[in-house]
T-cell receptor, first 113, second 113 residues
Framework: QKEVEQDPGPLSVPEGAIVSLNCTYS??????FMWYRQYSRKGPELLMY????GNKEDGRFTAQVDKSSKYISLFIRDSQPSDSATYLC?????????????FGSGTQLTVLP | DSGVTQTPKHLITATGQRVTLRCSPR?????VYWYQQSLDQGLQFLIQ???????AKGNILERFSAQQFPDLHSELNLSSLELGDSALYFC????????????FGPGTRLTVL
C-alpha cells in the first residue's frame, strides 16, 4: 500500500463547476498536508497547506483534512479554464532539518470553457 | 519563475552511461531536494541536502548520488543508466519553515536510449 493514495482522474468539468480532489494517507506521523499544482511542462508549485483537521480557505480553494479517517481533500469553487493542471496532494514529515514530502500520484484536471 | 534553476533542460544518453544534473537553489535557501517524476511512479522524493550535508533520503537508487557544494548548488549524478531511468528530474529548494514550502525548478528531462 502506498503511503499516499490519490484519486487518479483524469477529471474534466465545465467552467464554473465545483471540483473535489481527494487523497488518503496511511502514516499518522505526517505533520503537514499540502496541495501542489503542476502545469504542463512546469515544476509543481505550492497551492495550500494545513496541519490540523478542519477546513482552510484561500479564495476559491478550500483544503480539508480529516485526521481521524486520514483523508484530505481540495475543493475548487467556480472553476476556471486556468485551473486546468495536475493537482498533487503531498504530506510532510520533518525531524530537525530533515524534511520528506510524500506525493500522491496526481489528478489531472481539465476545466472546459 | 520559482528562482530555482536547473541545467540542462533536456538530456539524451545511452544505457550504461553517466550523467550529471545541476541545480542552483533560490538565494538564501539552504535546503535542496531532488525528485524523480515518471508516468508510472509519479513524483518521488530522492534526497535532501541541507547546507552541504545529507539530511533525508528517499527512494534513491545506489547508482544515483548527490552532493551540495559550499555555494549551495547541488548536483545529482546518475550512473549505469537504464531505460527505466528516463524521467523528469526536479530540484527544489526551501527555507526552514515548519510547513517547508518547496520551490521547484523547471526540471531536467532525461531520456535513456
Amino acid at each position: 500500500q502506498k503511503e499516499v493514495e490519490q484519486d487518479p482522474g483524469p477529471l474534466s468539468v465545465p467552467e464554473g463547476a465545483i471540483v473535489s480532489l481527494n487523497c488518503t494517507y496511511s502514516n499518522s506521523a505526517f505533520q503537514y498536508f499540502m496541495w501542489y499544482r503542476q502545469y504542463s511542462r512546469k515544476g509543481p508549485e505550492l497551492l495550500m497547506y494545513t496541519y490540523s483537521s478542519g477546513n482552510k480557505e484561500d479564495g476559491r480553494f478550500t483544503a480539508q483534512v480529516d485526521k481521524s479517517s486520514k483523508y484530505i481533500s481540495l475543493f475548487i469553487r467556480d472553476s476556471q479554464p486556468s485551473d486546468s493542471a495536475t493537482y498533487l496532494c503531498a504530506i510532510l514529515i520533518s525531524s530537525g532539518s530533515a524534511r520528506q514530502l510524500t506525493f500522491g500520484s496526481g489528478t489531472q484536471l481539465t476545466v472546459l470553457p | 519563475d520559482s528562482g530555482v534553476t536547473q541545467t540542462p533542460k533536456h538530456l539524451i544518453t545511452a544505457t550504461g552511461q553517466r550523467v550529471t544534473l545541476r541545480c542552483s537553489p533560490r538565494s538564501g535557501d539552504l535546503s535542496v531536494y531532488w525528485y524523480q517524476q515518471s508516468l508510472d511512479q509519479g513524483l518521488q522524493f530522492l534526497i535532501q541536502y541541507y547546507n552541504g550535508e545529507e539530511r533525508a533520503k528517499g527512494n534513491i537508487l545506489e547508482r544515483f548520488s548527490a552532493q551540495q557544494f559550499p555555494d549551495l548548488h547541488s548536483e545529482l549524478n546518475l550512473s549505469s543508466l537504464e531505460l527505466g531511468d528516463s524521467a523528469l528530474y526536479f530540484c527544489a529548494s526551501s527555507v526552514e519553515t515548519a510547513y517547508n514550502e518547496q520551490f521547484f525548478g523547471p526540471g531536467t528531462r532525461l531520456t535513456v536510449l
